[in-house]
């Protein structure tokens, strides 16, 4: 059996191939049948006059997504999806599919969705799924060049990652746990063992906003440096994405051409990336005719319009204390505002990033613990990082399903991940 992607070593022998019919066509003298076999597609081509009866009626009864080997010999055909075509001699039938409920026409995504387990299979779907992979890779590649430990955090928690209000509870033996929104605060206790440290994995938030940039359960890349300021976050930051963007360009050319990517704007992406503080930023929204007051979160709305003449990620630095999370280290140049930042992604795809440098002073730390009652037991450990050899550090983390969106091109999270998980859907 010769996969697909393999055919261009096979010109003029026979060769079999075994896979889903995506589609035939044909009835008088000649058929054809486009078969997928997860490396590639290809189009058996079958003459009426040169095989037998039996080959022909199995043929002609063949249903979209049937499982069929298909053999015959192999020709370079230009004009043929992936450059080759099978003369078909034999055709045998695997398994014969029910009518498929995914026809060539338009349907609605909720369809779409309720299907998600056979939609995969679809080309779009196939080439966001396969970038989704690369840009997966790429990141722990990043990191292994670069001597950082991976550090796997744990899914059920007992303290509170970010913030209070998007929280999947659980009952842990009669006690609450939660589903970790994040792993930052395990990765900086292995911080001082290995010094560059990340963890990646699901996280979940309870969103209970239905935007096309917000799933409850998405996978989050979060490193973590020792001695490392806001300022060489920031550098490690555009460093990242732009080796991100660089292996899909690099190595998904052929997805980003079905998904009829621009990559122009890609293109362009290299560090250093502009930067603006939040009060800058601020400013300049007003100016655009945004309501948005100092001390609030930029919101999506905002980040767009923040956007709209910029091509190359854009760095937002330094917000108010009071739109972060608790661990933020306080600016030393203007208390009101906390070390850290946003990198919102161009072309409408909104924050892929958020990052800080950390508060490593104990006394600081637990004072905002206090000011925003949590549960200062359920810290002890957190706390103990800035009792026993504290020290300064940085880091942040990045969304895959928004890194791929923008990537890609499309514009909603739920199909950058295989089976996304939104308010509404826990199905398939
Ligand atoms: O800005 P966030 O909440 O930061 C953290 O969780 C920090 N603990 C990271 C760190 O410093 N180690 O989330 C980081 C990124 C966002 O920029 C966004 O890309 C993604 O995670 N994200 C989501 N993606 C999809 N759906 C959601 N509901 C998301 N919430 C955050
Ligand atoms: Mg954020």
Not at 25 to 33: A, D, E, L, N, Y
Not at 56 to 75: D, H, N, P, R
Not at 150 to 162: K, N, S, V
Not at 163 to 181: K, R
């Amino acid at each position: 059996m010769i996969e697909i992607k393999k055919l261009g070593d096979h010109v003029g022998a026979e060769v079999t191939v075994t896979g889903w019919v995506e589609a035939t066509r044909g009835h008088g003298k000649v058929s054809f049948t486009v078969v997928r076999d997860g490396t590639g597609i290809v189009q058996g081509v079958l003459v009426k006059s040169q095989v037998d009866e039996a080959v022909w009626e199995i043929q002609q009864a063949l249903t979209q997504e049937s499982v069929v080997a298909l053999t015959g010999v192999v020709k370079a055909d230009d004009r043929a999806p992936g450059g080759y075509e099978l003369g078909v001699t034999r055709v045998a039938l695997v398994s014969q599919a029910e009518e498929y409920p995914i026809q060539p026409k338009e349907h609605g995504v909720e369809f779409l969705m309720d299907h998600r387990h056979l939609w995969l299979r679809s080309s779009l779907q196939r080439a966001v799924l396969r970038i989704r992979a690369e840009v997966e890779q790429a990141v722990h590649d990043f990191f292994y060049d670069r001597d950082f430990v991976r550090i796997d955090t744990p899914i059920l928690t007992g303290a509170i990652g970010e913030h209070a209000g998007t929280l999947f509870e659980t009952d842990y033996f009669g006690d609450p746990a939660y589903l970790a929104q994040t792993g930052q605060l395990y990765v900086e206790a292995a911080c001082p063992a290995f010094r560059r440290v990340y963890c990646f994995g699901p996280t979940f938030r309870a969103e209970k906003s239905k935007t096309r940039r917000h799933l409850t359960e998405f996978w989050m890349v979060e490193p973590e440096v020792a001695f490392a300021d806001s300022d060489d976050n920031m550098r490690l930051q555009e460093k990242f994405v732009s080796y991100l963007v660089a292996r899909a360009l690099e190595r998904c050319e052929d997805e980003l051409g079905v998904l009829e990517r621009d990559t122009s704007l890609l293109e362009k992406v290299k560090p250093p990336f502009p930067r603006i503080s939040y009060s800058d930023a601020v400013e300049e929204l007003q100016g655009k005719g945004s309501e948005v007051e100092w001390g609030q979160d930029l919101g999506a709305s905002d980040e767009t319009l923040l956007m709209e003449d910029r091509e190359l990620p854009l760095f937002v630095h330094d917000y108010p204390k009071g739109a972060k999370a608790f661990y933020m280290k306080e600016n030393p140049e203007d208390p009101r505002t906390v070390l850290c930042d946003d990198l919102l992604a161009p072309e409408g795809y909104g924050e892929i990033i958020g990052g800080s440098q950390r508060e490593d002073d104990l006394h600081r730390l637990q004072e905002r613990i206090r000011e925003e009652k949590l549960p200062e037991e359920a810290y002890a450990w957190y706390l103990d990082l800035r009792r026993y050899g504290t020290f300064p550090h940085s880091g942040f983390g990045l969304g895959i399903e928004r890194t791929v969106a923008w990537i890609s091109g499309r514009h909603h999270v739920r199909e950058m991940i295989p089976f996304p998980r939104l308010m509404n859907r826990l199905y398939p």
